[in-house]
C-alpha cells in the first residue's frame, strides 16, 4: 500500500487529488492545463501558492472545476479539543490511544489510488 505526505497547502492536496484520481502524471496534467510541469511540481510541492484563476485553469486541465460554498463555521474540532483539555491526564491518553487505533483500522482498509 502507497502512503502519501500530507500535502503542505491547500492547493498542493487539491492538485494531487485531482491529478490521482485522474490518473495523470504532473507532466500530463501541465500539458492539459497548459503550463510547465515544474509550475505542478512547486505548487504540490507547497513552494507556490496559485492565485484562484490559475488553479481553476489547472484543474479544468484534469476535467475538474473548482466550486466555492460559503457555510457557517463548523467548531467541532475546537469543542472536541477544549473537552480533551479539560479529562484528566490518563482519560485523554486512552482517548488518544482509541483515536489512533481508529485512524489506523479506517487507514488500513482505505481504498488506495
Do not use: C, W, Y
Amino acid at each position: 500500500m502507497r502512503t502519501l505526505k500530507p500535502a503542505p497547502t491547500v492547493a498542493a492536496g487539491l492538485l494531487r487529488m485531482a491529478r490521482l484520481e485522474r490518473g495523470l502524471t504532473q507532466r500530463e496534467l501541465a500539458g492539459r492545463a497548459g503550463v510547465a510541469q515544474a509550475v505542478i511540481a512547486t505548487i504540490e510541492s507547497g513552494r507556490r501558492q496559485p492565485t484562484i484563476p490559475t488553479l481553476q485553469r489547472i484543474l479544468a486541465g484534469a476535467g475538474l472545476e473548482l466550486r466555492f460554498r460559503l457555510e457557517a463555521i463548523d467548531d467541532h474540532d475546537r469543542v472536541l479539543e477544549e473537552r480533551r483539555r479539560q479529562m484528566p491526564p490518563a482519560v485523554a491518553a486512552v482517548v488518544d490511544r482509541r483515536h489512533r487505533e481508529n485512524v489506523e483500522l479506517f487507514s488500513a482498509n482505505a481504498p488506495t489510488p
